[in-house]
């Protein structure tokens, strides 16, 4: 016997802080530095992936590695990886960032 049953459509689905995350890492290619309007589209995505979960340290990580390829000053740069490491202190990745000279 056949039930029949209304059935609604499902509410879209919004982008979470890890979907805007992964779609900036997936911007960056294999090899050479990704030109400078590709950058600016992560650092886009990573700060909102920065704004809707806070306690995601792996954005702010790179959002950091952004914006030192973007050539921002070490006053835009550090905050971001100094969270990261906040985060997650055991990160091996964190802190090796963490530990490079900041951009000038």
């Known amino acids: 016997m056949l039930?029949?049953?209304q059935t609604e459509e499902p509410a879209p689905k919004r982008p979470t802080a890890y979907a805007h995350d992964r779609g900036a890492v997936?911007?960056?290619p294999a090899g050479p530095q990704p030109a400078q309007d590709t950058l600016k589209q992560m650092e886009?995505?990573?700060s909102r992936a920065?704004?809707?979960?806070?306690?995601?340290?792996?954005a702010p990580a790179r959002l950091a590695?952004?914006?030192a390829a973007l050539g921002q000053p070490a006053?835009?740069?550090m905050p971001a990886i100094a969270r990261a490491?906040?985060?997650?202190?055991?990160?091996?990745?964190?802190r090796l960032i963490s530990s490079?000279?900041?951009p000038k």
């Open 3 to 5: 039930i029949a049953c």
């Open 26 to 28: 997936l911007r960056w």
């Open 44 to 46: 886009a995505g990573l």
């Open 50 to 58: 920065v704004q809707m979960n806070p306690a995601f340290a792996d």
């Open 65 to 67: 590695e952004v914006r």
């Open 75 to 77: 006053s835009e740069v």
């Open 85 to 94: 490491v906040e985060l997650e202190p055991s990160s091996v990745w964190h």
């Open 100 to 102: 490079m000279p900041p």
